[in-house]
């Protein structure tokens, strides 16, 4: 993954992350809106927002998804362990009615 694409991808994390503080800015500004002129400006940032969003997808698209796979070994002698547990405290015939 190059440098420029990675400064896109913080560049549009940051002006997603803008349009969300502008959000929650304008609520603590307008509890209660009374007309619809009001809400337009929540709108409008929600316009922006959602602009923003698909910004990122399509960088995203362009530079690839970073893929990654993690194996975490497994112990065998926990699995035996929680088996036996099993084995001596369930009732075999269900239960038990």
């Given at each position: 993954?190059?440098?420029?694409?990675?400064?896109?991808?913080?560049?549009?994390?940051?002006?997603?992350?803008?349009?969300?503080?502008n959000?929650?800015?304008w609520?603590?500004?307008?509890?209660?809106?009374?007309?619809?002129?009001?809400?337009?400006?929540?709108?409008d940032?929600?316009?922006?927002?959602?602009?923003?969003?698909?910004?990122?997808?399509?960088?995203?698209?362009?530079?690839?998804?970073?893929?990654?796979?993690?194996?975490?070994?497994?112990?065998?002698?926990?699995?035996?362990?929680q088996?036996?547990?099993?084995?001596?405290?369930?009732?075999?015939?269900?239960?038990?009615?």
């Amino acid at each position: 993954m190059s440098q420029q694409s990675d400064d896109w991808r913080i560049k549009l994390r940051s002006q997603i992350r803008k349009q969300n503080i502008n959000m929650l800015a304008w609520q603590e500004n307008n509890p209660n809106p009374m007309t619809d002129e009001e809400c337009d400006g929540l709108i409008d940032i929600l316009k922006i927002l959602t602009e923003k969003v698909y910004s990122y997808r399509d960088n995203i698209r362009v530079y690839g998804w970073v893929k990654t796979t993690t194996t975490i070994p497994l112990d065998n002698s926990k699995l035996l362990e929680q088996q036996k547990f099993l084995e001596q405290h369930q009732n075999p015939e269900g239960s038990g009615n």
